[in-house]
T-cell receptor
Framework: DTAVSQTPKYLVTQMGNDKSIKCEQNLGHDTMYWYKQDSKKFLKIMFSYNNKELIINETVPNRFSPKSPDKAHLNLHINSLELGDSAVYFC??????????????FGPGTRLLVL | AQTVTQSQPEMSVQEAETVTLSCTYDTSESDYYLFWYKQPPSRQMILVIRQEAYKQQNATENRFSVNFQKAAKSFSLKISDSQLGDAAMYFCAYRSGIIQGAQKLVFGQGTRLTINP
């Protein structure tokens, strides 16, 4: 069984469109994250939710809006897509915020290509 | 803000040999965690090993071990008996130990490891 899953795995779309990426984890974790990996492979945090509460919101254009309907799901909606949004988006989860629960487990990534 | 630096963009090693990947970090915190993740061509991010800063003993996981030098803020990864399946991008990452603070991972730039048969 996949621990952290993302859909879709690949997304090709035109500039200006709106798209969503979905993430689900079946690990029973309380905290979920979105990371962006750019064309140079650099990974950077975008958002983090703990039990449906937004706790990290890095400097990200407001065209990006995360939503967590429950603690097992974290979706990312992107409005008015731009060429620079092309990247791999990773979802991750960790058990909680206590000392022993710090390891983050990653999904397979969603490769987004904006044409 | 914390930063993580991997100064080796690429490394190569002969199969069965040992290779060490370097990582340095900058932080003013005393409580934190360090990780090495592996990203093979499949793109999946796989946890290789982790180290708690408050533990002096270096972490080991089978053929993978770290050399954690807290004073020098250095966290290198040693891979022994390299195998073809070890070929991947390796990322060093830092996470604050402050429970109420941001839990984000701060990543280095990555090191691409090639294994020569």
């Amino acid at each position: 069984d996949t621990a952290v899953s993302q859909t879709p795995k690949y997304l090709v779309t035109q500039m200006g469109n709106d798209k969503s990426i979905k993430c689900e984890q079946n690990l029973g974790h309380d905290t979920m994250y979105w990371y962006k990996q750019d064309s140079k492979k650099f990974l950077k945090i975008m958002f983090s939710y703990n039990n449906k509460e937004l706790i990290i919101n890095e400097t990200v254009p407001n065209r990006f809006s995360p939503k967590s309907p429950d603690k097992a799901h974290l979706n990312l909606h992107i409005n008015s897509l731009e060429l620079g949004d092309s990247a791999v988006y990773f979802c991750a989860s960790s058990q909680g915020r206590q000392r022993t629960q710090e390891t983050q487990y990653f999904g397979p990534g969603t490769r987004l290509l904006v044409l | 803000a914390q930063t993580v630096t991997q100064s080796q963009p690429e490394m190569s090693v002969q199969e069965a040999e040992t290779v060490t990947l370097s990582c340095t970090y900058d932080t003013s915190e005393s409580d934190y965690y360090l990780f090495w993740y592996k990203q093979p061509p499949s793109r999946q991010m796989i946890l290789v090993i982790r180290q708690e800063a408050y533990k002096q003993q270096n972490a080991t996981e089978n053929r993978f071990s770290v050399n954690f030098q807290k004073a020098a803020k250095s966290f290198s990864l040693k891979i022994s008996d390299s195998q073809l399946g070890d070929a991947a991008m390796y990322f060093c990452a830092y996470r604050s130990g402050i429970i109420q603070g941001a839990q984000k991972l701060v990543f280095g730039q990555g090191t691409r490891l090639t294994i020569n048969p």
